[in-house]
């Protein structure tokens, strides 16, 4: 795929993170070939932290930051050579944008997770929001944002093989095991969980094995892989997350939720869109329909994420989790 191409097929993701969608069509149209992808998204990176520098306010420096750590996340969707780098600087400018802007935000780590729990004080429930394969803490924006408005405390988190943590850690088929010790950190009784793409099978087997689990949506989460059948660029960035080709391939063979979903007694709302067709990836219909209380959304122009149908799906589901959790 050239450059170009690459560029467009992110661009809904691009402005789910957040990011101007005119920026992101300058900055990408640098790009003269697929290999300066890192280093371009990079430079725009930095171009906002100099801003942040010579803002006026704290309010502009913070906005300016949390710009830089999406682009830095963007970073390493594409060939980077300092892929590690571009995590650890989108993990440190979401930070400081924190500090400015939500000084009440706090920073929680555990075994193989962190992240950000944002909300007000005493939030009356608490919503964690599950990246998935090659996402981080900062790409949801527009998913967090919603559930803030509704009133809940929100936790963004990294798990292994993700973000900030995908240096040190690999993709492992137990998330369900990780969001056990969120749940204990976050000193809860009960969360929802919001997965993304492969974190819609983390969060979903999630429910079916951990009693806190009060609700789940799923977003382009598969219910299924087969390893054979998956594009080469998937392949590719499951080998690399998963720290080689054998570990990727018991990894893919793991993710299979049909003895799973009847056990996921919780509301669960199911979103797929209708022209998110990778080859190897069962979508989340029957999730939906095993599952005791599965409700299905399909949005036939949706693309995966369904970063160009938000108002079909979004605004409906952000009321459908809260609404639960109360």
């Keep these: 795929m050239n450059a170009a191409d690459f560029a467009a097929a992110n661009l809904t993701r691009a402005t789910g993170a957040g990011l101007d969608p005119h920026e992101y069509q300058r900055v990408t149209g640098e790009l003269a070939d697929l290999g300066q992808w890192g280093e371009v998204l990079m430079r725009a990176a930095h171009g906002h932290l100099a801003r942040a520098e010579q803002a006026g306010t704290a309010i502009s420096a913070g906005e300016h930051c949390q710009v830089a750590a999406r682009w830095f996340h963007f970073a ?7 892929h590690a780098l571009a995590a650890a600087k989108a993990d440190a400018a979401m930070g400081r944008a924190l ?26 429930a608490t919503a964690v929001v599950v990246p998935g394969l090659d996402s ?23 798990g292994p093989g993700q973000g900030a943590l995908a240096a040190t850690s690999t993709v492992t ?26 974190g819609g099978y983390y ?18 989460g598969p219910f299924r892989l087969d390893w054979d059948t998956l594009p080469p660029p998937v392949q590719e960035i499951l080998i690399q997350r998963a ?13 299979d939720l049909s003895t799973l979903a ?6 669960l709302m199911v979103v797929d869109g209708g022209q998110d067709l990778i080859p190897g990836v069962t979508n989340g219909e029957p999730l939906a ?26 605004p409906a589901t952000a009321d459908r989790l809260s609404g639960a959790l109360a």
């Excluded at 780590?109 to 729990?117: C, P, V």
């Excluded at 981080?136 to 990294?158: I, P, Q, Y």
């Excluded at 969060?203 to 382009?220: F, G, L, N, W």
């Excluded at 009847?262 to 509301?267: A, D, K, L, M, V």
Aim: with cysteine.
């Design 76 to 82: 390493t969707l594409g060939p980077n050579p300092e």
């Design 289 to 314: 329909r095993l599952a005791p209380r599965g409700q299905y959304l399909h949005i036939p122009h949706g693309d995966h994420l369904l970063g160009n149908a938000r108002p079909d799906w979004l």
């Design 99 to 124: 500090q400015l802007l939500e000084p009440r935000a706090r920073r929680i780590e555990g075994s193989g997770f962190a992240g950000w729990l944002r909300g007000p004080a005493g939030a009356a």
């Design 203 to 220: 969060v979903a087997k999630s429910a079916a094995h951990e009693p806190r689990v009060a609700a789940v949506v799923t977003v382009s």
């Design 173 to 198: 088929a137990d998330y369900h095991q990780v969001i056990g010790r969120v749940i204990d950190a976050l000193g809860v009784e009960s969360v929802g969980l919001v997965g993304l793409s492969l």
């Design 262 to 267: 009847p056990r996921i007694t919780c509301p």
């Design 136 to 158: 981080s803490k900062e790409e949801f924006h527009d998913v967090t944002t919603a559930l803030l408005r509704r009133g809940l405390a929100v936790f963004t988190m990294d």
């Design 243 to 255: 720290g080689g080709e054998e570990a990727a391939r018991h990894f893919a063979r793991q993710v």
